[in-house]
C-alpha cells in the first residue's frame, strides 16, 4: 500500500484535520492508499526538542530526500518566543516535566537549554521540509469560481494618501549588499574583528550574499516616518515577518517600539532594565513583566496617553480589545497584512474600529519595492476587479534553503563595532564595516537549485504559453550572481517560442498589474523572499485567500511535497470554534493537495484505480465550487465539518458514476447513503454548535476531545466508518 503523510500541525487546519482525515482514509484506503499522521506541531516540536517525543521533523527530513516521498504539509505555527513560551506554560499543565525559557540565560547550562528550545522557534519546519522549488497558482476551476463569485475589494478614495515607506540607499539589507560565488568547495569562515561568529561548509559554485542592515539608519528611518504620517494624517504601521526572519524581525520591531513610544521607554528606563523589559516582544510582554510592579499603573497610563497626544495614530491588531500594531512581533507579518492594506483601499484600522488611510512601514527595500508599487499602482489607477483580473503563478527558488533568510543561523546582532569578514580557503571574500547592534546576516543558494528553478521555469511556460519574468535587478548584487547562472542554464533547455524575460522589482510588479488588470496571466519567477510575498498577495486580491491556491514543490530527489496555504487567519478561527463550536476554516486547500498527492502516486505507478479515484476527487472540488459549499463564517450555518461531508458526498457519487467498476460498485451505497441522509447530517453537525468546546489544550489539544468536537454527527460517522 502506498503512503501519504499528512502533517499533524497547530490551531485551524490541525482542527479540521480530525474531521477531514478519516474521510479522507476511507476513500484512499479503496485504491491502496494510507494517508498518515506526522506531529509536526509546535507543541509536537517542542516536546522533540525536551526528548519526550519522536523528532517527526527530523523523519520528514529524510522522507523529502527519498525517490517516492510524498508529503502534505498544512501551514504550521513558525513560533515567536512568546507563543513559545506559552505553548511551554500549556504543556506543563498537562503534566510533562518541562523547563521553562530561559530569557536570559545565567550560565552555560541555562544557555545550552535555550539553544535546544530554541531550534522550535521562527520557521522551524520550512527549511527541512523544502527540497524542491515551488510551483503555486491557483486552479482553473478555483479562479472562475472566484471572478464568478468575486469578493470584496474596497476602493481607494480619491486622492489617495496611503503609500510604503522603506529605507533608501545606502542602510539598510538591499543597500549594504555584497555577494560572491565561491569557485570550490571549501569552509567559510564568518567574524566579527577576527573574533570567528560561525563557519560553514561551502560547495562549489555555491553563491554567498552577506549584508548587513544599519541600526542608525533604521531608526532615523522610524524617526522620519513617524513625523512624516503625523504630517500627512495617516496611521502609521509596522509590517515585518518576525515568524520566518527570527533573529533580524524581532530586532528591527523592538527598535520601532522603542522609537514609537520612545518619551516612555526613557521615563522608564530604570524599570524597564529591572524587570529585563525586552522591546523585541512586544507590549504583551512587557505588560506581563510590569504586572504587579508599583508602576505598572503609571506604566500603563504613559502608554495611552502617547497614543492620546498628538504624534500620529497607530495601526491596530484588534482595536475592540485595544491590541495595537506593538502588541507582539509576530501579530503583524507582513505576507498576510499587506495584502489586507490593498484589499481595505489602503487602509488599517484605528483605535475605534475605524479604517484610516495608512502608512506601510517596510524597512528594507529588497521587497518593500514590491509592495509600494502595489499600493502605488492602485492609487493611480483604482482597485483591482476580481471578476476580470488575470492571474499571477509563481515559480520560486528555495530548494536546500535557497535565500533562506530568516531562520539561517547566520544573522547576527553584532555585539561591538569593527568590521566582518567572510574568508575562505584563499582569503577574505567579503568585508563590511558595521556599528554595534547592526544586524548582519548571510544567506546561500546552491546551483542544483538554481538549475531546477529554471527548469521548471521553461516547462510551466511551455505549458501555459505566457510570460515568464525573472525578478532579478541588476543594481543588486545576489541578482547579479543569479543572472549569471540561470543565462547559462537556459541555455541547457529548448526555450523556442516562449517569452522569458528579466526585470527589477519595480517593472515586474508594473508588467504583472497592468496584464491583471487586463485580464491576462503572467509567471513570476522569483528568488525565496519575493515568492513568499507575492503567493500571498495576488491570490488574497484574486481569490479572497492563499489557501486556496495549488502549492506544489517536486522535491529534487522525486519525490512531491504539497502545501496547503497560509495559516495566517487560523488563530481568530480557533477562538470562534472554542467559543461556539463554529470552525470557519476553508480545507479547500487540503483537498487541492490530496488530489494532486494522489495525481502522483497514479502517474508514478501507472496506476489506473488510483486514475479514477483522483478524478472523481477533481470533480468533487468542482461540485464544492460550483456549489459553494466553503464554510460559512456565522455560528449556525455550515461551517468546516459541513463542507467536509458535501466533499465526501460528491466524491462519492463521482466514484459510483465513474469507469472503474470495482470502485463504482463500492461508492455507489455510500453515494446513495450521503445524499438520502443529507438532512439528518446537516442538522446533528448543526446543532452541535452555539455552545463552547473543551479539546483540551491550544497548542496540544486532547485527540478525543478534539476528534469527538470535529466529528458530532453519528450518521456521516458510521457511514464513513464502516466504508
Same mark, same amino acid.
Given at each position: !500500500? %502506498?503512503?501519504?503523510?499528512? %502533517?499533524?500541525?497547530?490551531?485551524?487546519?490541525?482542527?479540521?484535520?480530525?474531521?477531514?482525515?478519516?474521510?479522507?482514509?476511507?476513500?484512499?484506503?479503496?485504491?491502496?492508499?494510507?494517508?498518515?499522521?506526522?506531529?509536526?506541531?509546535?507543541?509536537?516540536?517542542?516536546?522533540?526538542?525536551?526528548?519526550?517525543?519522536? @523528532?517527526?521533523?527530523?523523519?520528514?527530513?529524510?522522507?523529502?530526500?527519498?525517490?517516492?516521498?510524498?508529503?502534505?504539509?498544512?501551514?504550521?505555527?513558525?513560533?515567536?518566543?512568546?507563543?513559545?513560551?506559552?505553548?511551554?506554560?500549556?504543556?506543563?499543565?498537562?503534566?510533562? +516535566?518541562?523547563?521553562?525559557?530561559?530569557?536570559?540565560?545565567?550560565? +552555560?547550562?541555562?544557555?545550552?537549554?535555550?539553544?535546544?528550545?530554541?531550534?522550535?522557534?521562527?520557521?522551524?519546519?520550512?527549511?527541512?521540509?523544502?527540497?524542491? $522549488?515551488?510551483?503555486?497558482?491557483?486552479?482553473?476551476?478555483?479562479?472562475?469560481?472566484?471572478?464568478?463569485?468575486?469578493?470584496?475589494?474596497?476602493?481607494?478614495?480619491?486622492?489617495?494618501?496611503?503609500?510604503?515607506?522603506?529605507?533608501?540607499?545606502?542602510?539598510?539589507?538591499?543597500? $549594504?549588499?555584497?555577494? &560572491?560565488?565561491?569557485?570550490?568547495?571549501?569552509?567559510?569562515?564568518?567574524?566579527?574583528?577576527?573574533?570567528?561568529?560561525?563557519?560553514?561548509?561551502?560547495?562549489?559554485?555555491?553563491?554567498?550574499?552577506?549584508?548587513?542592515?544599519?541600526?542608525?539608519?533604521?531608526?532615523?528611518?522610524?524617526?522620519?516616518?513617524?513625523?512624516?504620517?503625523?504630517?500627512? @494624517? &495617516?496611521?502609521?504601521?509596522?509590517?515585518?515577518?518576525?515568524?520566518?526572519?527570527?533573529?533580524?524581525?524581532?530586532?528591527?520591531?523592538?527598535?520601532?517600539?522603542?522609537?514609537?513610544?520612545?518619551? &516612555?521607554?526613557?521615563?522608564?528606563?530604570?524599570?524597564?532594565?529591572?524587570?529585563?523589559?525586552?522591546?523585541?516582544?512586544?507590549? %504583551?510582554?512587557?505588560?506581563?513583566?510590569?504586572?504587579?510592579?508599583?508602576?505598572?499603573?503609571?506604566?500603563?497610563?504613559?502608554?495611552?496617553?502617547?497614543?492620546?497626544?498628538?504624534?500620529?495614530?497607530?495601526?491596530?491588531?484588534?482595536? @475592540?480589545?485595544?491590541?495595537?500594531?506593538?502588541?507582539?512581533?509576530?501579530?503583524?507579518?507582513?505576507?498576510?497584512?499587506?495584502?489586507?492594506?490593498?484589499?481595505?483601499?489602503?487602509?488599517?484600522?484605528?483605535?475605534?474600529?475605524?479604517?484610516?488611510?495608512?502608512?506601510?512601514?517596510?524597512?528594507?527595500?529588497?521587497?518593500?519595492?514590491?509592495?509600494?508599487?502595489?499600493?502605488? @499602482?492602485?492609487?493611480?489607477?483604482?482597485?483591482?476587479?476580481? %471578476?476580470? !483580473?488575470?492571474?499571477?503563478?509563481?515559480?520560486?527558488?528555495?530548494?536546500?534553503?535557497?535565500?533562506?533568510?530568516?531562520?539561517?543561523?547566520?544573522?547576527?546582532?553584532?555585539?561591538?563595532?569593527?568590521?566582518?569578514?567572510?574568508?575562505?580557503?584563499?582569503?577574505?571574500?567579503?568585508?563590511?564595516?558595521?556599528?554595534?547592534? +547592526?544586524?548582519?546576516?548571510?544567506?546561500?543558494?546552491?546551483?542544483?537549485?538554481?538549475?531546477?528553478?529554471?527548469?521548471?521555469?521553461?516547462?510551466?511556460?511551455?505549458?501555459?504559453?505566457?510570460?515568464?519574468?525573472?525578478?532579478?535587478?541588476?543594481?543588486?548584487?545576489?541578482?547579479?550572481?543569479?543572472?549569471?547562472?540561470?543565462?547559462?542554464?537556459?541555455?541547457?533547455?529548448?526555450?523556442?517560442?516562449?517569452?522569458?524575460?528579466?526585470?527589477?522589482?519595480?517593472?515586474?510588479?508594473?508588467?504583472?498589474?497592468?496584464?491583471?488588470?487586463?485580464?491576462? $496571466?503572467?509567471?513570476? &519567477?522569483?528568488?525565496?523572499?519575493?515568492? +513568499?510575498?507575492?503567493?500571498?498577495?495576488?491570490?488574497?486580491?484574486?481569490?479572497?485567500?492563499?489557501?486556496?491556491?495549488?502549492?506544489?514543490?517536486?522535491?529534487?530527489?522525486?519525490?512531491?511535497?504539497?502545501?496547503?496555504?497560509?495559516?495566517?487567519?487560523?488563530?481568530?478561527?480557533?477562538?470562534?470554534?472554542?467559543?461556539?463550536?463554529?470552525?470557519?476554516?476553508?480545507?479547500?486547500?487540503?483537498?487541492?493537495?490530496?488530489?494532486?498527492?494522489?495525481?502522483?502516486?497514479?502517474?508514478?505507478? $501507472?496506476?489506473?484505480?488510483?486514475?479514477?479515484?483522483?478524478?472523481?476527487?477533481?470533480?468533487?472540488?468542482?461540485?464544492?465550487?460550483?456549489?459553494?459549499?466553503?464554510?460559512?463564517?456565522?455560528?449556525?450555518?455550515?461551517?468546516?465539518?459541513?463542507?467536509?461531508?458535501?466533499?465526501?458526498?460528491?466524491?462519492?457519487?463521482?466514484?459510483?458514476?465513474?469507469?472503474?467498476?470495482?470502485?463504482?460498485?463500492?461508492?455507489?451505497?455510500?453515494?446513495?447513503?450521503?445524499?438520502?441522509?443529507?438532512?439528518?447530517?446537516?442538522?446533528?453537525?448543526?446543532?452541535?454548535?452555539?455552545?463552547?468546546?473543551?479539546?483540551?489544550?491550544?497548542?496540544?489539544?486532547?485527540?478525543?476531545?478534539?476528534?469527538?468536537? !470535529?466529528?458530532?454527527?453519528?450518521?456521516?460517522?458510521?457511514?464513513?466508518?464502516?466504508?
Amino acid at each position: !500500500m %502506498s503512503k501519504i503523510i499528512w %502533517s499533524k500541525i497547530d490551531e485551524a487546519p490541525a482542527l479540521a484535520t480530525y474531521s477531514l482525515l478519516p474521510i479522507v482514509n476511507a476513500f484512499t484506503k479503496a485504491a491502496g492508499v494510507e494517508v498518515v499522521t506526522s506531529d509536526i506541531s509546535l507543541a509536537g516540536r517542542v516536546l522533540a526538542a525536551m526528548g519526550l517525543a519522536e @523528532d517527526e521533523l527530523s523523519k520528514l527530513g529524510e522522507v523529502v530526500l527519498q525517490e517516492d516521498g510524498n508529503i502534505i504539509k498544512l501551514p504550521n505555527i513558525s513560533a515567536s518566543v512568546g507563543q513559545l513560551k506559552d505553548c511551554i506554560a500549556e504543556l506543563q499543565g498537562q503534566g510533562y +516535566d518541562i523547563p521553562n525559557y530561559p530569557e536570559n540565560p545565567a550560565n +552555560d547550562e541555562e544557555k545550552a537549554l535555550q539553544a535546544r528550545y530554541s531550534t522550535c522557534l521562527g520557521s522551524a519546519v520550512n527549511p527541512v521540509l523544502r527540497e524542491g $522549488n515551488s510551483d503555486r497558482r491557483a486552479a482553473v476551476a478555483v479562479k472562475k469560481f472566484a471572478q464568478k463569485n468575486p469578493h470584496k475589494l474596497r476602493a481607494f478614495p480619491e486622492n489617495a494618501k496611503s503609500y510604503v515607506a522603506h529605507m533608501e540607499g545606502k542602510g539598510d539589507f538591499f543597500g $549594504n549588499e555584497k555577494s &560572491v560565488t565561491v569557485e570550490k568547495a571549501q569552509k567559510v569562515t564568518i567574524a566579527l574583528n577576527g573574533k570567528e561568529l560561525t563557519s560553514v561548509d561551502t560547495l562549489d559554485g555555491e553563491i554567498l550574499d552577506g549584508t548587513f542592515m544599519s541600526i542608525a539608519a533604521l531608526n532615523n528611518f522610524y524617526e522620519k516616518t513617524i513625523e512624516d504620517a503625523k504630517s500627512n @494624517d &495617516v496611521l502609521w504601521s509596522l509590517h515585518l515577518k518576525a515568524t520566518m526572519m527570527k533573529i533580524s524581525d524581532p530586532i528591527m520591531f523592538g527598535h520601532a517600539f522603542k522609537i514609537f513610544f520612545k518619551d &516612555v521607554f526613557a521615563k522608564h528606563a530604570a524599570t524597564f532594565a529591572e524587570l529585563k523589559v525586552q522591546p523585541n516582544q512586544g507590549m %504583551s510582554d512587557l505588560e506581563k513583566k510590569i504586572a504587579g510592579h508599583a508602576k505598572e499603573a503609571e506604566i500603563k497610563a504613559d502608554f495611552l496617553a502617547a497614543l492620546e497626544s498628538d504624534s500620529p495614530k497607530l495601526a491596530m491588531v484588534d482595536s @475592540d480589545k485595544g491590541t495595537t500594531n506593538f502588541n507582539a512581533s509576530n501579530d503583524v507579518i507582513i505576507d498576510a497584512s499587506m495584502p489586507v492594506v490593498v484589499r481595505e483601499g489602503g487602509k488599517q484600522w484605528d483605535r475605534t474600529g475605524a479604517a484610516v488611510e495608512c502608512v506601510a512601514v517596510i524597512p528594507d527595500s529588497t521587497y518593500a519595492m514590491f509592495h509600494a508599487e502595489m499600493v502605488a @499602482d492602485c492609487v493611480k489607477n483604482g482597485q483591482y476587479d476580481v %471578476s476580470t !483580473m488575470g492571474t499571477m503563478q509563481n515559480i520560486g527558488l528555495m530548494a536546500q534553503k535557497a535565500e533562506e533568510y530568516g531562520s539561517h543561523p547566520t544573522t547576527f546582532e553584532l555585539a561591538e563595532a569593527g568590521t566582518v569578514t567572510v574568508t575562505g580557503a584563499d582569503g577574505v571574500l567579503m568585508s563590511f564595516e558595521c556599528e554595534a547592534g +547592526d544586524i548582519w546576516r548571510m544567506s546561500r543558494t546552491k546551483d542544483i537549485p538554481i538549475k531546477d528553478w529554471v527548469r521548471l521555469t521553461v516547462e510551466r511556460t511551455k505549458i501555459e504559453n505566457i510570460p515568464a519574468i525573472f525578478w532579478l535587478d541588476e543594481k543588486r548584487a545576489h541578482d547579479v550572481q543569479v543572472k549569471i547562472k540561470v543565462d547559462a542554464f537556459l541555455k541547457e533547455f529548448d526555450t523556442t517560442g516562449l517569452d522569458i524575460q528579466f526585470m527589477k522589482v519595480t517593472d515586474a510588479t508594473r508588467f504583472t498589474n497592468a496584464r491583471v488588470r487586463e485580464g491576462k $496571466n503572467t509567471i513570476a &519567477v522569483t528568488g525565496n523572499v519575493l515568492r +513568499d510575498h507575492l503567493t500571498d498577495m495576488y491570490p488574497i486580491l484574486e481569490l479572497g485567500t492563499s489557501a486556496k491556491m495549488l502549492s506544489i514543490v517536486p522535491l529534487l530527489a522525486g519525490g512531491g511535497l504539497y502545501e496547503t496555504g497560509a495559516g495566517g487567519s487560523a488563530p481568530k478561527h480557533v477562538d470562534q470554534f472554542l467559543a461556539e463550536g463554529h470552525l470557519r476554516w476553508d480545507s479547500l486547500g487540503e483537498i487541492l493537495a490530496l488530489a494532486e498527492s494522489l495525481r502522483f502516486i497514479g502517474q508514478k505507478n $501507472n496506476d489506473s484505480k488510483l486514475a479514477a479515484l483522483t478524478a472523481a476527487l477533481d470533480i468533487a472540488n468542482d461540485g464544492y465550487l460550483d456549489n459553494n459549499k466553503e464554510p460559512s463564517r456565522k455560528c449556525g450555518e455550515p461551517d468546516n465539518k459541513a463542507s467536509h461531508f458535501f466533499v465526501a458526498q460528491y466524491w462519492a457519487k463521482a466514484l459510483a458514476e465513474g469507469d472503474n467498476a470495482e470502485l463504482a460498485a463500492k461508492f455507489a451505497p455510500v453515494a446513495k447513503e450521503l445524499t438520502e441522509k443529507e438532512d439528518t447530517i446537516i442538522a446533528e453537525l448543526l446543532a452541535a454548535e452555539g455552545k463552547a468546546q473543551d479539546i483540551g489544550g491550544y497548542f496540544h489539544p486532547n485527540d478525543a476531545k478534539a476528534e469527538a468536537a !470535529m466529528r458530532p454527527s453519528a450518521t456521516l460517522n458510521a457511514i464513513i466508518n464502516n466504508i
